[in-house]
């Protein structure tokens, strides 16, 4: 089901605003919540992957190339490639990953501490959403393994052989399945794909989405494809303190092209409740003496020098 972020009337101007909506706050078949803060309220939930620079967006490939040649350590230690963009993101390498917490508190530091002249925005995210869920398991994993496959994705002529890689992974018992309940825009792949699972013809290569037809309540019921919900190990003690997680959007950009599009399928699952910028300062103060700022969320050596050399400067002149 899906949840329609609509402009909420409440507004957030205290902690305890924001702990009341995040106990109070019910969602269909979800107990928890992943929570987002943005400084900016009219900012969308895009990975910064695919937020163009000037017009431009980043060379995903060329992204992680380039990080691992300089590098290497981080190919050797993280294998998995997931594990490899969680790791490159904190370190501010642009990713298809977009930061989540599970912790509401953190979430508001981050929607109050840029940005002082305009209003925040915090973001609800169920951990359980059905047409995620469902995309995946009538499916046998299919979402989740294309968009993995997506990333490695360096060639526009190679989208002819991506669903012959993914079919290759699923057990072939299960794949006619996928061939008649996925579509390429409004054309199942069955009618789309050979038996091996190449485009017929020219593919249709720039500018599609996926889409699962699911026969619910006995009518066909469209869903696009976004990404997935990841909780990664916790790789760094930066993940730890944010009690981090992530969605992992779909979408690829070739050639500073969309192949795939990149869609707002989780802004509309969300929900979000803005914090007027008059309250910011408020809020930031309260959440000091909750533990919350700048210091105990970022363990790395240099904000904690940062913090020190402020709490250290004196208050009055003699």
């Known amino acids: 089901m899906k949840i329609n972020n609509q402009t909420n009337p409440i507004e957030i101007k205290c902690v305890a605003d924001a702990i009341w909506l995040a106990t109070s706050e019910k969602s269909h078949n979800s107990k928890n919540w992943w929570f987002r803060g943005h400084s900016n309220s009219s900012h969308k939930l895009i990975p910064s992957l695919f937020r163009p620079v000037n017009g431009n967006y980043y060379d995903e490939n060329k992204l992680i190339s ?33 930061d989540w917490t599970e912790n509401v508190l953190v979430a508001l530091y981050f929607a109050c501490s ?72 409004n054309k199942p792949l069955e009618q789309l794909l050979t038996p091996q699972g190449n485009f017929r013809g020219q593919p249709i290569n720039v500018g599609f989405d996926l889409i699962f037809n699911e026969l619910r309540g006995g009518t066909n019921y469209r869903i696009k494809h976004a990404g997935f919900m990841y909780s990664p190990k916790r790789l760094n003690k930066r993940l730890i303190t944010q009690q981090g997680c992530f969605t992992c959007h779909t979408g690829k950009i070739l050639a500073n092209r969309q192949y795939i599009n990149i869609n707002d ?54």
Not at 71 to 94: M, S
Not at 159 to 175: A, H
Request: charged share 30%; proline share 3%.
């Open 66 to 98: 380039e990080f691992v040649r300089i590098h290497p350590e981080a190919r050797e230690r993280h294998t998995d490639t997931l594990e490899l963009l969680t790791y490159a993101q904190h370190y501010g390498l642009p990713t298809r990953l977009l």
């Open 114 to 185: 840029g940005d002082k002249d305009i209003d925040g925005r915090l973001f609800f995210l169920p951990d359980y959403i059905e047409d995620i869920y469902s995309f995946d398991y009538y499916n046998f994993n299919f979402g989740e393994i294309l968009t993995r496959e997506l990333i490695l994705l360096n060639d526009a002529d190679d989208l002819r052989e991506l669903f012959i890689k993914v079919f290759n992974i699923i057990d072939e018992r299960n794949i006619s399945f996928i061939r008649n309940q996925i579509a390429i825009n």
């Open 265 to 318: 399928e989780f802004d509309k699952m969300s929900r979000s409740f803005v914090i007027p910028k008059k309250f910011k300062d408020k809020i930031l103060k309260e959440l000091s003496f909750c533990g919350i700022y700048e210091a105990s969320l970022f363990p790395e050596l240099e904000y904690q020098t940062k913090y020190i050399k402020n709490y250290s400067l004196f208050d009055t002149k003699w």
